[in-house]
């Protein structure tokens, strides 16, 4: 089973729903990222956690919410979706408190691929 | 403020080629990490390379190289004798002070048969 995971992979909305994107980790990791990638345009950050109590906005937060309901669950909802949304969710860990110390590497779940019509 | 930027959008090769990714990076601090990730045609992202701003050796991993140069702040891919299976998105990036990753827009290589 893969460390991080996302659900769900691929989903079919349309404008105005309310969507839930949920990421789970078995890394232990305290630190939980929500990133957006739009072709041409790479990966940027929606929304970061470094635990439970701390969230924090990253370049692309407005439109986006987001739940850290355990150091292993972070999910990422649109309270409205627009079509402007449509784009391939990630999810990330990283771990800052290991024996190595901060490294920078993030630990990517397999994507959510979203679509709003 | 960091920034990272892959001035190439697509290259294509044919196969058994060599091939060059350049990556040009900006940021204030002095200790950061760069990295690059490669995305297939699967859409997962792959982990390829860590380089910390103090190790400015280059790296040999098979085909694969690295060459980073601080004074040019470049950190530049290549890959020897390029297969089909290397085509994909890749992806530089870079890390700091504000623990957060920034990614360039990738380059789209396409490797022909």
């Known amino acids: 089973d893969a460390d991080v995971t996302q659900t769900p992979r691929n989903r079919i909305t349309k404008t105005g729903k309310r969507i839930m994107l949920e990421c789970s980790q078995t890394k232990g990791h305290d630190r939980m990222y929500w990133y957006r990638q739009d072709p041409g345009l790479g990966l940027r950050l929606i929304y970061y956690?470094?635990?439970?109590?701390?969230?924090n906005k990253g370049e692309i937060s407005d439109g986006y919410s987001v739940s850290r309901q355990a150091q292993a669950k972070f999910s990422l909802s649109l309270e409205s979706a627009i079509p402007n949304q449509t784009a391939l969710y990630f999810c990330?860990?990283?771990?800052?408190?290991?024996?190595?110390?901060?490294?920078?590497?993030?630990?990517f779940g397999e994507g959510s691929r979203l679509t709003v019509l | 403020a960091q920034k990272v930027t892959q001035a190439q959008t697509e290259i294509s090769v044919v196969e058994k080629e060599d091939v060059t990714l350049d990556c040009v990076y900006e940021?204030?601090?002095?200790?950061?990490?760069l990295f690059w990730y490669k995305q297939p045609p699967s859409g997962e992202l792959v982990f390829l390379i860590r380089r910390n701003s103090f190790d400015e050796q280059n790296e040999i991993s098979g085909r694969y190289s690295w060459n980073f140069q601080k004074s040019t702040s470049s950190f530049n891919f290549t890959i020897t004798a390029s297969q089909v299976v290397d085509s994909a998105v890749y992806f530089c990036?870079?890390?700091?002070?504000?623990?957060?990753?920034?990614f360039g827009s990738g380059t789209q290589l396409t490797v022909l048969p």
């Open positions: 940021t204030r601090d002095t200790t950061y990490y």
């Open positions: 990330a860990t990283s771990d800052e408190t290991g024996q190595g110390g901060y490294t920078g590497e993030l630990f």
């Open positions: 990036a870079l890390t700091g002070s504000a623990r957060q990753l920034t």
């Open positions: 956690s470094f635990d439970v109590k701390d969230i």
